[in-house]
Nanobody, 124 residues
Framework: QVQLVESGGGLVQAGGSLRLSCAAS????????IGWFRQAPGKEREFVAA????????SYADSVKGRVTISRDNAKNTMYLQMSVLKPAGPAVYYC?????????????????WGPGTQVTVSS
């Protein structure tokens, strides 16, 4: 069983930066693809970024390319989402998730393990 816990969310001004962390326990995640998703109230959960097992390959949603970097530290069993030049937005919950996959996956139903999420609000 894998437990994931996100942290680092909060209120930030537009144009600012924020780094989210996802700490895993229960099992090493070095064999899992890690993804970040976000969900605003009343909207569907959407893919943000994914990274493969060794951190060498990444995938990003078009809406965040150039402003977001996903990374992982397998020695610490921790994953990160560095966000910069944040755009004004209402609250959204950011989730990290883990999938046993051989390719980078963007569809949420492929991910078996999810954290409870951390809320991010970008003020204008």
């Amino acid at each position: 069983q894998v437990q994931l816990v996100e942290s680092g969310g909060g209120l930030v001004q537009a144009g600012g930066s924020l780094r989210l962390s996802c700490a895993a326990s229960g099992r090493t995640l070095s064999n899992y693809v890690i993804g970040w998703f976000r969900q605003a109230p009343g909207k569907e959960r959407e893919f943000v970024a994914a990274v493969n097992q060794n951190g060498g390959r990444t995938s990003y949603a078009d809406s965040v390319k150039g402003r977001v970097t996903i990374s992982r530290d397998n020695a610490k069993n921790t994953m990160y989402l560095q966000m910069s030049v944040l755009k004004p937005a209402g609250p959204a919950v950011y989730y990290c998730a883990a999938a046993r996959a051989v390719v980078l996956v963007t569809r949420s139903h492929i991910y078996a393990y999810w954290g409870p999420g951390t809320q991010v609000t970008v003020s204008s």
